[in-house]
């Protein structure tokens, strides 16, 4: 089943989304500072990329990642949760789509946390 969905997400936007998400990392990449909020888009671009049959586990991030959630969350993150939560909220308003709205709570969930966030399979 988890196939079915990815490929029906691939062919649905999620190759789109996956490619845009690379290519925020590619230009975060380009400042020395930008670069580990960089490869947080990397791994984000991955999940957009096949999400179904992944799951997001937060925390496990020191001081470190504690302050790199702050700025992503001041700058990027709230934004981002906020957009991929009113996706899954029209996603789920037909039962066909709520497999496809709870991949977006997922990205929701990961674009508020994503340093220490770990994306293992289920």
Sequence with gaps: MNFIGN???LLL????????WFIAGLVLCVTI?????????????????????KEVI?????VGGLLLNILWLIFLGWELAVHHLIIGFIFCITIVGIPFGLQHF?????????????????
Excluded: N, R, T
């Design 13 to 20: 936007g999620g190759i789109i989304g996956a490619i845009l």
């Design 106 to 122: 997922k990205f929701a969930q990961l674009a508020l946390i994503p340093f220490g966030a770990k994306i293992v399979d289920k």
């Design 33 to 53: 500072v930008g670069i580990p909020f960089g490869l947080q888009c990397f791994k984000i671009s991955l999940l957009v990329l096949w999400p179904f049959g």
């Design 58 to 62: 937060l925390g496990g991030f020191g």
């Design 7 to 9: 490929l029906i997400w």
